[in-house]
C-alpha cells in the first residue's frame, strides 16, 4: 500500500523524502502531509475523507494550498494515508534513534580520546577534518602531539567528527553558532584531574569546527616547586636568590616559544615566594596576577583574567593592581609598547614583576625590549634575571637505544641515546615525560652587560658572555644527552649560535653540519683562502664567527656580511693555526652597492692583512 502512495507521488523510495509534517487544522479528522523530497519536488497529500469536508475545513484547506503554491495536491484512500504516515512516523523514530546512536558514539569517542591522551602522557590534541591522499575523501583526523612532534591516532566520518567537536564545545562553554574563533576550557578526570584549553576554529571543508586541546596537570600548591622544572642545581640556587629580593623591586622575564613551560616556571616562582614569606601559615606578602588566561590556579594570590569585552585595556588592568600595591605582580605576557612601558615602571617603583614575552633567547629578549621602545637605561637597571626555556622530551631509560661509535663520533658526544620503539614503562612511546632547559642572564651580575647592550654591540656582548661562561640551551641539551636524560634528536632540533655556540673547528667538522652558499658548499663558516705565509703561498681556511653566518660565495672567494668584527682561524696544510681579527666595516659600509672578496693575504705578527677588491656599481678597486 505504501509503495503504491509513493508511486503515485512519484517517489521510487520513502528514504527519499527529506522533509515532512502534519498540518494541523481544527475540526479535520485526518490532518494534511506536507512532503519534501530531496530532489526538492514539494507534496500535499490529502486524505479522501478529509478533501470531501466542507465548511471550516475546506476553507483552511483553501489557506495551506495558497501557502504552498509549488506543492502538488495528492488525494490517497484513507487506508493509504494511515500507511504513509505510519511508515514516515517510523523512519523518524529510526533516524532519531540512529541519531542518538551518533550523539552517543561521541561522547564516547570524546572520553576515549581524553582517557588515551592522558595516559600516554600527551600535551595537545588536533581533531579537525582533511583530505585523505588515497582517496580524496574528507575526514576527520584525531592527532596527538608530545610538544612539537605530532602523530595520527584515528580518524572518523565527518558527521561523527562534527559531534565529537560539538560535544567537546558543550564541555568547554563555547557556542559554535559564532564562526569567530573562539576559547574555552573543562576540567576531565576523576584522579588527578587535568584542565584541558580548548581552540575552536570554523574549518570551510567541513563546513563545521575544528579544535585544538592543550592539556594542564592541576599540580597542587605542593607539587608546583622550582626544583622539579628541570634547572640545574646552582642556577635553581642563583634563580632562587634573585627571587627573594622582593623589597627593592625589579623585573623577572622568562622567553621562549609557545607551549615552552614559561607559564609553569613563573606559577611555581609565586609558590616559591608564597611559602617562603608565610608565617604561621600566613603568607606575609600580596602577589597580583594578571593573564588572559589564568592558567593555574595560585592559593595565596589575587588572580585576575583579563577579558577585553568589558573595555578595559592590559595596561589599565596592569596599572589598577598597581594601586593596590602588591609586593609581587605577574604580568601574562608582554605583547606591546604600553604594557611593556608599564612593567618597566612597576619594577622601579617597590614591585617585583614577573612576565613573559617571545624571543629566541636570552640575549634576544635585551634587543626585543630595545625593540618596543622602553628606555633601555631603566630597562637594563630593572632587569634582575633573564630566562629562555623550552621543554624537550625525556628518553625512556628502560627502551632506549645507544648511540654507535660512528653517530658519537659525528655529533661529537661522549655517550648519547636516540628514542626507543617503546615499552610497557612508557606505554609504548619511548618517553617519559618532559623536561625544562633553562639558559639564564643576570644582566646586574657585571657591569659590561649593561654597556654593551646600551652600546648596541650585540657580538661584542654574546663574546664577552661566552668567556663568563654562559650556557645556551643548545649547550645544555647537550650536556642532557649525554647524562643519558633526553634523546640526541631533540639536541639536534635546537638552533646553535653562531658566536655563543663556537666549537673548535674540529668538533664543528665533525658534527657534518653544511650549508648552502651560493653555489659552492662548504662546512659551515669554512671558506677556503690563500694566505701568504713566511714568505710562500699556503692554501688554508678562514673562519667566520660572527653573528649571522657567511652570505654568498662568488667563484673561489667569498663576500662576506656587514660585521663589526670576525675572529680569523687559518689552518695551514703542513699543521698548525694561525689566528686574528679582521674588521670589514673599515673597508665598506653598504652591501647593498657594493662588495669585497678577499683574495689573499699577509701575517703581520699575531695579526693578518688581506688582500681585497671592492666592487661598486661604477668599477672595482684594490686595497
Same mark, same amino acid.
Given at each position: 500500500?505504501?509503495?503504491?502512495?509513493?508511486?503515485?507521488?512519484?517517489?521510487?523510495?520513502?528514504? *527519499?523524502?527529506?522533509?515532512?509534517?502534519?498540518?494541523?487544522?481544527?475540526?479535520?479528522?485526518?490532518?494534511?502531509?506536507?512532503? =519534501?523530497?530531496?530532489?526538492?519536488?514539494? @507534496?500535499?497529500?490529502?486524505?479522501?475523507?478529509?478533501?470531501?469536508?466542507?465548511?471550516?475545513?475546506?476553507?483552511?484547506?483553501?489557506?495551506?494550498?495558497?501557502?504552498?503554491?509549488?506543492?502538488?495536491?495528492?488525494?490517497? +484512500?484513507?487506508?493509504?494515508?494511515?500507511?504513509?504516515?505510519?511508515?514516515?512516523?517510523? =523512519?523518524?523514530?529510526?533516524?532519531? +534513534?540512529?541519531?542518538?546512536?551518533? &550523539?552517543?558514539?561521541?561522547?564516547?569517542?570524546?572520553?576515549?580520546?581524553?582517557?588515551?591522551?592522558? $595516559?600516554?602522557?600527551?600535551?595537545?590534541?588536533?581533531?579537525?577534518?582533511?583530505? =585523505?591522499?588515497? +582517496?580524496?575523501? /574528507? &575526514?576527520?583526523?584525531?592527532?596527538?602531539?608530545?610538544?612539537?612532534? @605530532?602523530?595520527?591516532?584515528?580518524?572518523?566520518?565527518? +558527521?561523527?567528527?562534527?559531534?565529537?567537536?560539538?560535544?567537546?564545545?558543550?564541555?568547554?562553554?563555547?557556542?559554535?553558532? *559564532?564562526?569567530?574563533?573562539?576559547?574555552? $576550557?573543562?576540567?576531565?578526570?576523576?584522579?588527578?584531574?587535568?584542565?584541558?584549553?580548548?581552540?575552536?576554529?570554523?574549518?570551510?571543508?567541513?563546513?563545521?569546527?575544528?579544535?585544538?586541546?592543550?592539556?594542564? *596537570?592541576?599540580?597542587?600548591?605542593?607539587?608546583? %616547586?622550582?626544583? %622539579?622544572?628541570?634547572?640545574?642545581?646552582?642556577? =635553581?640556587?642563583?634563580?632562587?636568590?634573585?627571587?627573594?629580593?622582593?623589597?627593592?623591586?625589579?623585573?623577572?622575564?622568562?622567553?621562549?616559544?609557545?607551549?615552552?613551560?614559561?607559564?609553569?616556571?613563573?606559577? /611555581?616562582?609565586?609558590?616559591?615566594?608564597?611559602?617562603? $614569606?608565610?608565617?604561621?601559615?600566613?603568607?606575609?606578602?600580596?602577589?597580583?596576577?594578571?593573564?588572559?588566561?589564568?592558567? @593555574?590556579?595560585?592559593p595565596g594570590a589575587v588572580q585576575i583574567e583579563y577579558k577585553p569585552e568589558y573595555g578595559n585595556t592590559f595596561p589599565e588592568v596592569i596599572k589598577s593592581c598597581l594601586r593596590q600595591n602588591p609586593n609581587v605582580i605577574l604580568i601574562g605576557e608582554i605583547r606591546d609598547k604600553e604594557t611593556a612601558k608599564v612593567a618597566v615602571e612597576a619594577s622601579i617603583t617597590g614591585h617585583l614583576v614577573l612576565t613573559t614575552v617571545h624571543a629566541n633567547s636570552a640575549v634576544a629578549v635585551l634587543y626585543r625590549m630595545r625593540d618596543l621602545g622602553v628606555p633601555l637605561e631603566t630597562f637594563i637597571n630593572s632587569v634582575s634575571v633573564i630566562l629562555n626555556q623550552t621543554l624537550v622530551k625525556k628518553v625512556c631509560p628502560n627502551c632506549r637505544i645507544p648511540l654507535s661509535e660512528e653517530e658519537l663520533s659525528l655529533y661529537g658526544l661522549k655517550k648519547g641515546y636516540r628514542i626507543g620503539k617503546g615499552c610497557e614503562k612508557c606505554n609504548g612511546t619511548g618517553i617519559v615525560g618532559r623536561t625544562a632547559l633553562f639558559e639564564a642572564l643576570f644582566p646586574l651580575e657585571y657591569p659590561e652587560i649593561k654597556r654593551l647592550f646600551l652600546n648596541s654591540d650585540e657580538l661584542a656582548l654574546k663574546r664577552f658572555l661566552r668567556e663568563k661562561g654562559f650556557k645556551t640551551l643548545w649547550q645544555k641539551a647537550k650536556e642532557k644527552v649525554e647524562k643519558g636524560i633526553i634523546p640526541v634528536e631533540d639536541w639536534l632540533s635546537l638552533p646553535k649560535d653562531p658566536v655563543l655556540d663556537e666549537q673548535d673547528a674540529e668538533e664543528r667538522d665533525s658534527l657534518g653540519f653544511n650549508i648552502n652558499l651560493g653555489t659552492v658548499v662548504y662546512p659551515e663558516y669554512r671558506i677556503p683562502v690563500k694566505v701568504i705565509s713566511g714568505g710562500e703561498e699556503v692554501e688554508g681556511y678562514l673562519y667566520d664567527v660572527s653573528d649571522g653566518g657567511i652570505s654568498i660565495i662568488y667563484d673561489e672567494a667569498g663576500f662576506f656580511p656587514l660585521r663589526s668584527e670576525m675572529k680569523i682561524r687559518i689552518e695551514l696544510p703542513k699543521g698548525g693555526k694561525k689566528e686574528g681579527r679582521f674588521y670589514p666595516k673599515r673597508f665598506y659600509r653598504n652591501l647593498a652597492y657594493r662588495g669585497m672578496v678577499i683574495v689573499g693575504g699577509v701575517w703581520k705578527g699575531d695579526s693578518v692583512r688581506f688582500i681585497w677588491k671592492e666592487f661598486k656599481n661604477d668599477g672595482e678597486k684594490s686595497g
Amino acid at each position: 500500500m505504501v509503495e503504491s502512495s509513493l508511486k503515485e507521488l512519484g517517489i521510487g523510495d520513502i528514504k *527519499d523524502i527529506k522533509e515532512w509534517n502534519l498540518i494541523e487544522v481544527k475540526g479535520a479528522k485526518k490532518y494534511p502531509l506536507w512532503i =519534501l523530497t530531496k530532489e526538492g519536488k514539494e @507534496y500535499l497529500v490529502y486524505a479522501e475523507s478529509f478533501n470531501s469536508q466542507k465548511g471550516v475545513v475546506a476553507a483552511r484547506k483553501a489557506e495551506i494550498e495558497e501557502d504552498k503554491p509549488n506543492a502538488e495536491v495528492v488525494v490517497i +484512500s484513507d487506508e493509504a494515508y494511515e500507511d504513509l504516515k505510519n511508515s514516515l512516523l517510523s =523512519l523518524q523514530e529510526e533516524n532519531e +534513534s540512529e541519531e542518538d546512536s551518533i &550523539v552517543s558514539k561521541a561522547q564516547n569517542l570524546v572520553n576515549e580520546i581524553l582517557r588515551d591522551a592522558v $595516559s600516554r602522557g600527551i600535551t595537545d590534541v588536533s581533531i579537525a577534518p582533511t583530505v =585523505l591522499e588515497e +582517496s580524496d575523501k /574528507a &575526514v576527520y583526523r584525531v592527532r596527538f602531539g608530545i610538544g612539537k612532534e @605530532y602523530s595520527t591516532v584515528k580518524s572518523f566520518s565527518l +558527521s561523527v567528527g562534527r559531534r565529537v567537536v560539538n560535544r567537546l564545545a558543550q564541555l568547554s562553554g563555547v557556542n559554535l553558532s *559564532d564562526y569567530r574563533p573562539q576559547s574555552g $576550557s573543562f576540567y576531565w578526570g576523576d584522579k588527578g584531574k587535568k584542565k584541558i584549553r580548548s581552540e575552536f576554529y570554523y574549518v570551510e571543508l567541513a563546513e563545521g569546527h575544528g579544535v585544538s586541546l592543550r592539556f594542564q *596537570d592541576l599540580l597542587n600548591i605542593g607539587n608546583l %616547586k622550582l626544583s %622539579k622544572l628541570g634547572m640545574e642545581e646552582e642556577l =635553581l640556587r642563583k634563580y632562587e636568590e634573585y627571587l627573594s629580593k622582593t623589597r627593592g623591586g625589579g623585573l623577572i622575564i622568562d622567553s621562549g616559544e609557545t607551549g615552552g613551560g614559561k607559564t609553569t616556571t613563573l606559577a /611555581a616562582s609565586l609558590v616559591y615566594l608564597i611559602e617562603k $614569606s608565610k608565617r604561621g601559615g600566613d603568607p606575609t606578602i600580596e602577589v597580583r596576577t594578571i593573564e588572559d588566561p589564568v592558567e @593555574y590556579p595560585i592559593p595565596g594570590a589575587v588572580q585576575i583574567e583579563y577579558k577585553p569585552e568589558y573595555g578595559n585595556t592590559f595596561p589599565e588592568v596592569i596599572k589598577s593592581c598597581l594601586r593596590q600595591n602588591p609586593n609581587v605582580i605577574l604580568i601574562g605576557e608582554i605583547r606591546d609598547k604600553e604594557t611593556a612601558k608599564v612593567a618597566v615602571e612597576a619594577s622601579i617603583t617597590g614591585h617585583l614583576v614577573l612576565t613573559t614575552v617571545h624571543a629566541n633567547s636570552a640575549v634576544a629578549v635585551l634587543y626585543r625590549m630595545r625593540d618596543l621602545g622602553v628606555p633601555l637605561e631603566t630597562f637594563i637597571n630593572s632587569v634582575s634575571v633573564i630566562l629562555n626555556q623550552t621543554l624537550v622530551k625525556k628518553v625512556c631509560p628502560n627502551c632506549r637505544i645507544p648511540l654507535s661509535e660512528e653517530e658519537l663520533s659525528l655529533y661529537g658526544l661522549k655517550k648519547g641515546y636516540r628514542i626507543g620503539k617503546g615499552c610497557e614503562k612508557c606505554n609504548g612511546t619511548g618517553i617519559v615525560g618532559r623536561t625544562a632547559l633553562f639558559e639564564a642572564l643576570f644582566p646586574l651580575e657585571y657591569p659590561e652587560i649593561k654597556r654593551l647592550f646600551l652600546n648596541s654591540d650585540e657580538l661584542a656582548l654574546k663574546r664577552f658572555l661566552r668567556e663568563k661562561g654562559f650556557k645556551t640551551l643548545w649547550q645544555k641539551a647537550k650536556e642532557k644527552v649525554e647524562k643519558g636524560i633526553i634523546p640526541v634528536e631533540d639536541w639536534l632540533s635546537l638552533p646553535k649560535d653562531p658566536v655563543l655556540d663556537e666549537q673548535d673547528a674540529e668538533e664543528r667538522d665533525s658534527l657534518g653540519f653544511n650549508i648552502n652558499l651560493g653555489t659552492v658548499v662548504y662546512p659551515e663558516y669554512r671558506i677556503p683562502v690563500k694566505v701568504i705565509s713566511g714568505g710562500e703561498e699556503v692554501e688554508g681556511y678562514l673562519y667566520d664567527v660572527s653573528d649571522g653566518g657567511i652570505s654568498i660565495i662568488y667563484d673561489e672567494a667569498g663576500f662576506f656580511p656587514l660585521r663589526s668584527e670576525m675572529k680569523i682561524r687559518i689552518e695551514l696544510p703542513k699543521g698548525g693555526k694561525k689566528e686574528g681579527r679582521f674588521y670589514p666595516k673599515r673597508f665598506y659600509r653598504n652591501l647593498a652597492y657594493r662588495g669585497m672578496v678577499i683574495v689573499g693575504g699577509v701575517w703581520k705578527g699575531d695579526s693578518v692583512r688581506f688582500i681585497w677588491k671592492e666592487f661598486k656599481n661604477d668599477g672595482e678597486k684594490s686595497g
